[in-house]
């Protein structure tokens, strides 16, 4: 893990027509990934609604650590004035401005982020957040035949199962791994690396889900999320 | 002759004065369809562009411009405030270092204004938005030959019929698009102030 807080990770800045919306979303996706800047720019100048241009200039160069930055904003307007502020900058390809749904999208790039990311990976998961949600688990049944995959029961032993913290803790923990796991619950699977699908699965606390992991680290993987629910997710 | 950086000056200060006039108007405009903002926000920006222009007043028309440019992006809040900016801003490229605007200069910056306008917005022709108004000014402003008052008062005749243009139609850009068919029957307050907006300056124009 200290390898990944050494490098600089991407920062997300979330611009709206309402300061209180902008910091929420800020406040929820930060809360999945402490180590990643979100930086909230809502409201004009004076407190009323509409955007601020000379903040969300301030706001991309704040957020940005080396890494680059993901925009991602509510209504028309607010996506006008983020493109304008990126297009200002000295370097833009170092900002991306995502068409997302605002929340999904991002809670999705946080923790994508908070994995050490680059820019356009953390850019897709905010686009795609929109549809990710679980799939059948038999669309991919051949998965557990894979030569080298390592699986295990897991229960979860927290009060609320795979909630939004502990599907963001875990996409985390296996994030910078070299291994494509993928969590099943029931009759649906979801893509480890993707909070929101995780979170899509609903699984309670008090039942078990199947880790099911391939590559290099999937030993390394499945053993960090049984510690990790072993733990309950550190609630 | 042509409009001197003074004569651009003038023209912005006309201009702003009218969008203070009209701020009402443009309010009911946008109650009716939109967010009931683009009034105030309008009054806003040019209030500050007023202040900017008393304090630092710039010595091309190129460099008019694009202080009004830039004081419209921070100041607006709302969708007019990228447009209009992104508009002022192509403007200002397009006319150079020219010391003096003719007919032509005129042409050419309004040009590159629509164009600059529907590649920040996305609009075209029928959504019901601010290039109702402005495309048909750019046509105009093209045909009419001779001085910058010409093409001006030519461009701001073609905005007015283009904003009634958009009285019938259906909202497919901002705010206005999520009433659908209830859209109709208002005229676009965007199209409404570009109209206003090249009139304002036409005739500070005649008057240089």
Known sequence: MTAAADTTRVGLVVVSHSDMLANGVAELAAQMAPDVAVLPVGGTEEGGLGT????????????????????????????????????????????????????????????????????????????GASGETPVAADARPALHLVPDAVSAEVPLTNEVGLHARPAALLARTVAELDADVVVRYGDEEANAASVLALMGLSAPGGRSITVVATGKDAAEAVRRIEELAERGFDD | MGCTA????????????????????????????????????????????????????????????????????????????????????????????????????????????????????????????????????????????????????????AAAEGATSTVPMVARKGRASYLGDRSAGHMDPGARSTALLLRALADAAAKA
């Open chain 1, 52 to 127: 601020d241009y000379g903040a969300v200039v301030e706001a991309l160069a704040d957020a940005d650590a080396g890494a680059g930055v993901v925009v991602l904003y509510d209504l028309g307007s607010a996506k006008m004035t983020a493109e304008m502020a990126v297009e200002s900058a000295d370097d833009p390809t170092r900002y991306t401005v995502v068409d997302a749904p605002l929340v999904e999208g991002a809670v999705a790039a946080a923790v994508t982020a908070q994995g050490g990311a680059p820019l356009a990976d953390v850019a897709a998961a905010a686009e």
């Open chain 2, 6 to 157: 003074a004569d651009v000056i003038a023209a912005i200060r006309a201009a702003a004065v009218v969008v203070q006039e009209h701020r009402d108007e443009l309010v009911r405009l946008d109650q009716a369809i939109g967010d009931a903002d683009h009034g105030e926000n309008m009054r806003r920006g040019f209030t500050a562009v007023l202040s900017r222009l008393d304090t630092e007043p710039p010595d091309t028309p190129a460099k008019v411009l694009k202080l009004v440019a830039t004081t419209l992006i921070s100041t607006v809040g709302g969708a007019a405030g990228p447009l209009y900016g992104t508009a002022f801003l192509r403007a200002s490229s397009a006319v150079g270092d020219l010391a003096e605007l003719d007919g032509d200069a005129v042409a050419r910056a309004l040009r590159a204004a629509l164009d600059g306008v529907v590649a920040r917005g996305k609009a075209v022709v029928g959504d019901k938005t601010m290039v109702d108004a402005l495309t048909p000014a750019v046509t105009a402003a093209a045909c009419a030959e001779g001085t910058a008052a010409a093409a001006l008062s030519a461009a701001a005749d």
